[in-house]
């Protein structure tokens, strides 16, 4: 079912928290929105959810208005982050129980539970209470309740974030192939950007209650458009450095040999960005930096700072001057007090925008 | 290097966004009218009452007839030596007694504490005075402290004690009414000091005794700080109800001897019916509730209450 | 262990126990005494000095019912008491999901309003409730007590059931209302049960200070509505002050309340101490 945000506003006094955010979630997408605590992202969900009313806009499931309707109304499934278990019910009455509200006769509703539950590994705890669970279990018991009903859309309010590494990258996994093989439409919210990268058909990185960027995984992590959006996703974040824009559609930045000419399609952004009065940076990734001998042809000289070996990759961090940045590489013989090449591949470097308000429209 | 994901956005409290749902503007109204109705029509209405009745000489005992006076009553109030020797004498009573109860039951709360081997029973004897009807407390404690035959002064007889006079002496009797009521309402700050330092965290606890703090000094720095907001509500709740003490003081003394006793309610019930003066009892009563409120405020302002009470909220 | 400290240890533990028992006995005595006296005759009770074995009887009991009317007085207590308690948990509780759950304009200002009503001295509202009442014709019905007692115990409920609320997650509810409830399906099937222990606690403590209540009682009734605490005061009126009649009437209008307590005690804690405990 595919759902349309259209220019939702939710307005807390005078605090704009969800500031104009429009979107077109495709049916059977997942969609993740992405971005630190405060951005709003949490607030979007839940009006789509129908926990909250928009101050202004509106937002349809499958082409109805949804906007103003009762969550119940919605055809909708919910998991939350406390996972929102009924603790006086067992495990198979937590699941039954949106059967039992829709008034499936027993033989059905015991029927649907225990497949579902089946599906998640449930099968041994059905006659548990929520207070006997693990975290992990009880995050399944949730989904579990949200399933069972061949919901239309599903929604996750962070999920995942109250349970420990390692469950989570499993519970990641098992999650999305679920939902894939299912078909179900789902928003995600989530403020790891791993989880965001792995889940994800599309991203959107939100700020300040604005969708900054909206688009796949792999173009938010080659192409980030603003800095905010390009230090969020990857880890180490990606190396910006202040930029002019000269004429002939070069960019250059204080950094020797780091220069970029733009192609078509970056030359309308560039600037957009030189317009709007915003700062211009340049950035490439860490591990699109090439290490060379120093005084090499085409490489800028810098001084080694300090050097992580975290085993299949290694941190070196360098500075040019003032100038301080990251470059990511295989195993090296590199150390500390060393003065290396850095070669900065012109394809490889990136436009980005200092300030979100550009990319607002 | 800059930090990824941490913006200086404001930070969302999920806990405010209680916002109306389709469908449910008018459900709190619904919810809260019974309430209301209930407040305005047995609380509101009478009261607003009485602020009329105190502006006119309504007495029933010279039949139903009676006429404005204006503020008259509160005049002659201002003059009546007897309500204001009633008023202080409650303010002293409330202050003493409180206090008295508030320290025996922090000790009290300190000592049942630890946690040995019968003390849950024990915990349970302590419960019992405030469940008792006060009528029956009074009727108690009236009969232990009779001077003659009393069984209070037969056991003081036992270890050497002379005869107390206990409730007939107008020098003791005040002492003796606060004793009772101590006795009865400890229990109750008793309970609400002993449940919030059972759930006082362990590790400010276990800082202190590394930082090498004695008895004394824990509970003075760390113990008694964080007990705080439950020895406000306690005392607050405790302060208000005193302030209206009646039924023991009339089982046990009626006020007397020689007025030795005489609270703010006892006094206020004889001008109001006994003597019917019901007009000018109403202007009393009002100045009575004035002072509570006074009394009220000046404590919330102290303790800064009110701020605690919205912290709570906004976890 | 060096000898110091096994010793104080062990005089700890002695000094704990010893305080322990003699602030137990401090409040446990006057209410053995009241028990003990109101098995006496005439005679063990006159005594002096005390006589602490005797042969029980139940004359005074018995007198209970039959010179001080006990039987109806019991009816009364019960019926006006138990009434009120219901119409306070009812309109309290309601209003405390009110304030509990919903944005409600100046929400902090109207808890205050109904806090506040606890401060009121009773004395207060006494007189006019005795005037109108006695326009309106209601003097000395049950339905005066009852409208008085309810207004007592809202503030007590209303804060107290908000607490409880609170303490249930939004989200739990959230979920219901997702799986296909409304407001009042959720509440019904889901926020309920979870609240009944609560609800317990609550309503026991209501009800207690409304049997125990003297003042309104004494005033606002005469012949008909009169509630067990009036009758006991009446058996200390007359010139021969009758004590054994007094306690057995002590005993018997605190006994269904010390039994409640007690058998609620868990749940009770949680609520008086209107969540500045836990937070």
């Keep these: 079912m595919a759902i349309n945000i259209d220019t939702v506003y939710k307005q807390f006094g005078a605090l704009k928290v969800v500031n104009g955010v429009s979107v077109d979630i495709k049916d059977g997408e997942f969609f993740v929105m992405l971005g630190p605590s405060g951005c709003g992202k949490t607030t979007t969900l839940r009006m789509v959810a129908g926990l909250e009313l928009p101050t202004a806009g509106r937002i349809s499931i499958d082409g109805a208005d949804m906007t103003y309707a009762e969550p119940r109304h919605r055809d909708i499934a919910m998991a939350f982050q406390d996972y929102g278990l009924y603790p006086n019910m067992t495990v198979f009455k937590n699941i039954e129980f949106p059967l039992k509200i829709r008034k499936l006769d027993v033989r059905e509703r015991a029927r649907k539970v225990e497949d579902t539950a089946e599906k998640l590994g449930l099968g041994e705890l059905l006659q548990r209470k929520p207070s006997q669970l693990s975290g992990g279990q009880r995050q399944r018991v949730s989904l579990a309740r949200a399933l069972v009903r061949n919901p239309k859309v599903f929604l996750m309010d962070e999920p995942l974030s109250n349970l420990d590494a390692k469950l989570r990258a499993v519970m990641r996994t098992e999650i999305k192939k679920l939902v894939t093989n299912l078909g179900i439409t789902t928003i995600y919210v989530t403020h790891d950007q791993i989880e965001a990268m792995a889940m994800a058909d599309r991203i959107a990185v939100m700020s300040r209650g604005n969708m900054v960027q909206v688009a796949s995984p792999l173009e938010i992590y080659d192409r980030p458009k603003t800095r905010f959006v390009a230090e969020f996703i990857g880890s180490p974040p990606m190396n910006l450095f202040p930029a002019q824009l000269k004429a002939g559609g070069t960019v250059t930045c204080i950094l020797p040999n780091f220069a970029h000419s733009l192609c078509d399609d970056e030359r309308a952004f560039a600037a957009q960005i030189v317009d709007g009065n915003g700062g211009l940076l340049l950035g490439i990734r860490p591990e699109h930096l090439i290490v060379a001998k120093a005084g090499a042809q085409g490489a800028t000289d810098a001084l080694v700072e300090l050097v992580e070996p975290l085993g299949q990759t290694t941190n070196i961090y360098v500075s040019v001057g003032d100038v301080r940045f990251v470059i990511v590489t295989d195993r090296t013989t590199v150390k500390a007090g060393d003065t290396i090449g850095v070669v900065a591949p012109s394809e490889l470097l990136r436009v980005v925008a200092n300030d979100d308000a550009v990319v607002r429209h | 290097m800059a930090k990824s994901g941490t913006i200086n956005a404001p930070a969302l409290q999920l806990g405010a966004t209680k916002a109306v749902r389709a469908g449910e503007k008018s459900v709190p109204t619904l919810l809260l009218a019974p309430t209301m109705i209930i407040m305005t029509i047995v609380g509101l209405y009478p009261l607003l009452h009485s602020l009329y009745i105190s502006l006119t000489n309504y007495n029933p005992t010279f039949g139903t007839s009676y006429s404005f006076i204006g503020f008259a009553n509160y005049a002659r ?9 009633s008023v202080g004498l409650t303010l002293a009573f409330t202050a003493i007694s409180v206090a008295l109860s508030l320290t ?58 002379s005869h107390l006079s206990w409730a007939s002496s107008p020098s003791s009797a005040l002492a ?33 005794a590394i930082d090498g703090a004695g008895h004394l000094a824990t509970f003075m720095n760390v113990t008694l700080p964080m007990l ?6 306690a005392t607050l709740l405790r302060v208000v109800d005193a302030f209206r003490t009646y039924d023991t003081v009339y089982i046990i003394t009626r006020g007397g001897p020689d007025f030795a006793t005489d609270l703010l309610s006892v006094y206020l019930q004889r001008v109001n019916f006994r003597i019917f003066d019901l007009g000018y009892g109403s202007a009393l009563s009002w100045i009575a509730l004035v002072i509570v409120l006074v009394v009220v405020l000046v404590f919330v302002n102290l303790t800064g209450f009110l701020k605690l009470v919205a912290d709570k909220e906004n976890r | 262990m060096s000898n110091s400290r096994i010793l104080k ?17 401090f409040f446990a005595f006057p209410i053995f005494w009241m028990v003990t006296s109101s098995f006496k005759s005439e005679v063990d009770i006159s005594a002096y000095p005390p006589v602490w074995s005797f042969s029980p009887t139940l004359a005074n009991y018995a007198q209970l019912f039959t010179e001080l009317n006990a039987w109806q007085a019991l009816l009364n207590s019960a019926l006006i008491v138990g009434l009120a308690t219901c119409i306070a948990m009812a309109a309290g509780t309601m209003a405390a999901y009110a304030l509990a759950r919903f944005d ?81 399906e959720t509440f019904w099937r889901v926020t309920l049960p979870l609240l009944l222990p609560g609800l317990a606690a609550t309503m026991v403590i209501v009800f207690m200070f409304a049997w125990n209540e003297f003042l309104l009682a004494s005033m606002l009734t005469s012949q008909e509505a009169k509630t067990l605490p009036v009758i006991a005061a009446n058996a200390i009126k007359p010139k021969a002050i009758a004590w054994g009649l007094a306690s057995a009437a002590g005993v018997m209008m605190s006994l269904p309340v010390v039994v409640l307590v007690l058998l609620m005690q868990r749940y009770l804690v949680r609520g008086l101490t209107l969540g500045a405990v836990k937070g």
């Design chain 2, 228 to 233: 705080k907001p439950v020895i406000v509500i």
């Design chain 2, 176 to 208: 003796s009414v606060i004793l009772v009521d101590v006795w009865q309402w400890t229990p109750f700050m008793f309970i609400i000091i002993f449940a919030g330092l059972r759930s006082l965290p362990k590790s400010p606890f276990e800082a202190a």
């Design chain 2, 77 to 85: 109030a201002f003059g009546d030596g007897q309500f204001w020797y």
């Design chain 3, 104 to 184: 409600v304009k100046g929400k902090e200002f109207l808890a205050f309003e109904i806090l506040s009503i606890r401060m009121l001295p009773p004395i207060v509202s006494v007189i006019p409730m005795f005037i109108i009442a006695r326009q309106l014709g209601i003097f000395d019905t049950p339905w005066l007590l009852i409208a008085a007692y309810a207004l007592s115990g809202l503030p007590f409920v209303v804060w107290v059931m908000r607490v409880f609320i609170q303490d249930i997650p939004q989200s739990i509810e959230e979920a219901a209302m997702i799986d296909g409830c409304s407001r009042f």
């Design chain 3, 9 to 25: 240890s062990g005089a700890g533990a002695l000094a704990a126990y010893g305080l322990a028992i003699a602030a137990a006995l």
């Design chain 2, 104 to 161: 025996l039951a922090v000790l009290l709360a300190l000592l049942f504490n630890q946690y040995r081997f019968g003390f849950v029973v024990l915990r349970t004897f302590l419960l019992i005075p405030m469940l008792i009807t006060p009528i029956a407390v009074g009727i108690t404690w009236r009969t232990m402290m009779m001077p003659d035959l009393g069984v209070l002064n037969y056991l003081l007889s036992l270890i050497g004690v």
